[in-house]
């Protein structure tokens, strides 16, 4: 699918639901921890016409505990001979290689962004020059790693599956009293794949009124119907996960 591209590197605050919408092609892990399918990845995200192309920038030991098994969808695909570290370690890219995509990126014409997961990344990626933060649901009640980001002074992008807006709250107040410059939320429904049935796009609507901030949405279902009803509904940023094939292993 053909997307048009608005030549920006971060959403526009101004938006609020008028076109062009800022959409960022997920990469995740697909990548599978080799820097020629990275690449590859980077290249069918900018044919197709997305603003950015996001990546996840983690060190495993940080992110999951020794004993922690994985998920039923990982373990569905994946086996559960191995633990969800041992999973993890495979799909850690090395920090050298993340200039050379960075650069990559620009050559093709698109942005790249990496979302964090321990405040080394956050480092990382703040040194490389990315030109937002991307987080993830599962940070938003970790209000230090929310605090560590926001001080680095640039635009953040919230994910707020699975939680009450009572949490959102809490994560959007550290956001702006740490001075963060622009502040986007996305509603997600943290499934894979999410049910279209599952999706609550209102939800966006409530998030909008509530904080006055601009709202999109963070698409985890099949297909892309789901999509165009969240941008028809005012999202002003789409996520959408994609891979190159769905037959490769992960």
């Keep these: 699918m053909l997307i048009h591209r608005t030549t920006r590197a971060v959403p526009d605050p101004a938006a609020h639901g008028k076109a062009p ?3 960022i092609a997920e990469a995740g892990v697909n990548h599978n921890g080799d820097l020629g399918l990275a690449k590859r990845l980077i290249d069918h995200a900018a044919k197709a016409g997305a603003d950015a192309v996001k ?3 983690f060190k495993a030991e940080k992110l999951v505990s020794r004993c922690s098994p994985k998920a039923k969808y ?3 695909r994946t086996g559960s001979s191995e633990s969800q570290l041992e999973m993890l370690r495979k799909l ?3 920090s050298n290689t993340y200039p050379q995509l960075m650069k990559y990126a620009a050559s093709r014409g698109i942005a790249f962004l990496s979302t964090p997961f321990d405040e080394r990344s956050v480092d990382l990626l703040d040194e490389l020059g990315i030109p937002l933060f991307k987080i993830a649901s599962g940070e938003i009640t970790n209000l230090p790693f929310l605090e560590y980001v926001a001080r680095k002074r640039k635009p953040v992008i919230l994910s707020t599956g699975m939680s009450y807006l009572v949490e959102v709250q809490g994560a959007v107040r550290i956001l702006r ?4 410059p622009q502040i986007t939320l996305l509603h997600c429904t943290s499934n894979y794949p999410a049910d279209a049935a599952m999706c609550n796009l209102r ?4 998030l909008r009124s509530t904080f006055n901030l601009p709202v999109g949405y963070s698409d985890h279902t099949e297909g892309i119907e789901i999509a165009i009803a969240a941008v028809a509904l005012g ?3 789409l996520e959408k996960h994609f891979t190159l094939d769905k037959g490769l292993p992960g």
Excluded: G, R, Y
């Design 21 to 23: 919408v800022f959409i």
């Design 55 to 57: 990546f996840q920038t």
């Design 74 to 76: 990982q373990a569905a």
């Design 92 to 94: 850690e890219l090395p």
């Design 177 to 180: 009293e740490t001075a963060c």
């Design 203 to 206: 939800a966006m609507q409530t």
């Design 235 to 237: 999202a002003s940023v």
